[in-house]
């Protein structure tokens, strides 16, 4: 089954645009391992057969990446299980990448699996985003991410405190997630699942 999993995974990364090697593919695939293993004591995901998850957690995590420099830092709000995240991490190894949650448990999978993958640049915070980035021990970022932590106005207020001057704000959206009128979108990426067909995107605000 493992070959078959990275048979799709290194398919799927290419159809969202970002290709991965072997030697990433392999690791995502052991991440994936550990949040399926840590799922059944900790609620991290409701998706819990392999190639689902191959498909809804790794390779729809991947596709921001394209729209993410080599460099820089980011900040994931919600990051539950460490999506998207931890496989953000893992294929830009020189993003820094700040993961904060609200739910302990969640926090010590984060901070588990970031050790045992051996991801030097994530750290994982366990606190409430509520704009005082500093009284939160969180740092000013150039990119914020969430993955439908909340509509995309709600989730622009919120993380506009986080970002640096020339900061972006990345929101991973389904294909018919309506976009206020007020907020401007200064990059936007569709793409289509491979198994599924699913038709998701990711916008960008400043």
């Given at each position: 089954?493992?070959?078959?999993?990275?048979?799709?995974?290194?398919?799927?990364?290419s159809?969202?645009?970002?290709p991965?090697?072997?030697?990433?593919?392999?690791?995502?695939?052991?991440?994936?391992?550990?949040l399926?293993?840590?799922?059944?004591?900790?609620?991290?995901?409701?998706?819990t057969?392999?190639?689902?998850?191959?498909?809804?957690?790794l390779?729809?995590?991947?596709?921001?990446?394209?729209?993410?420099?080599a460099?820089?830092?980011?900040?994931?709000?919600?990051?539950?299980?460490?999506?998207?995240?931890?496989?953000?991490?893992?294929?830009?190894?020189?993003?820094?990448?700040?993961?904060?949650?609200?739910?302990?448990?969640?926090?010590?999978?984060?901070?588990?699996?970031?050790?045992?993958?051996?991801?030097?640049?994530?750290?994982?915070?366990?606190?409430?985003?509520?704009?005082?980035p500093?009284?939160?021990?969180?740092?000013?970022?150039?990119?914020?991410?969430?993955?439908?932590?909340?509509?995309?106005?709600?989730?622009?207020?919120?993380a506009?405190?986080?970002?640096?001057?020339?900061?972006?704000?990345?929101?991973m959206?389904?294909?018919?997630?309506?976009?206020?009128?007020?907020?401007?979108v200064?990059?936007?990426?569709?793409y289509?699942?491979?198994?599924?067909?699913?038709?998701?995107?990711?916008?960008?605000?400043?």
């Open positions: 089954m493992e070959k078959r999993l990275s048979g799709e995974l290194l398919a799927g990364a159809a969202v645009g970002f991965v090697d072997a030697a990433a593919a392999e690791r995502l695939l052991r991440y994936l391992e550990l399926l293993a840590w799922n059944r004591k900790v609620n991290l995901t409701s998706v057969d392999p190639e689902e998850a191959v498909e809804g957690h390779i729809d995590s991947l596709a921001p990446a394209r729209l993410l420099g460099t820089g830092s980011l900040l994931d709000v919600g990051a539950g299980g460490g999506l998207p995240g931890i496989p953000l991490a893992i294929v830009l190894p020189q993003l820094q990448v700040t993961l904060v949650d609200t739910v302990g448990k969640k926090v010590g999978f984060l901070k588990a699996a970031s050790a045992v993958l051996g991801l030097s640049n994530v750290r994982a915070v366990h606190a409430r985003v509520a704009g005082e500093a009284r939160e021990g969180l740092p000013l970022v150039d990119a914020a991410i969430s993955r439908a932590l909340m509509t995309p106005g709600e989730w622009v207020q919120l506009r405190p986080y970002i640096k001057d020339a900061g972006r704000i990345l929101a959206l389904g294909a018919e997630t309506p976009i206020p009128d007020d907020l401007e200064v990059e936007e990426l569709e289509r699942l491979p198994r599924s067909k699913a038709v998701r995107r990711v916008a960008v605000f400043r």
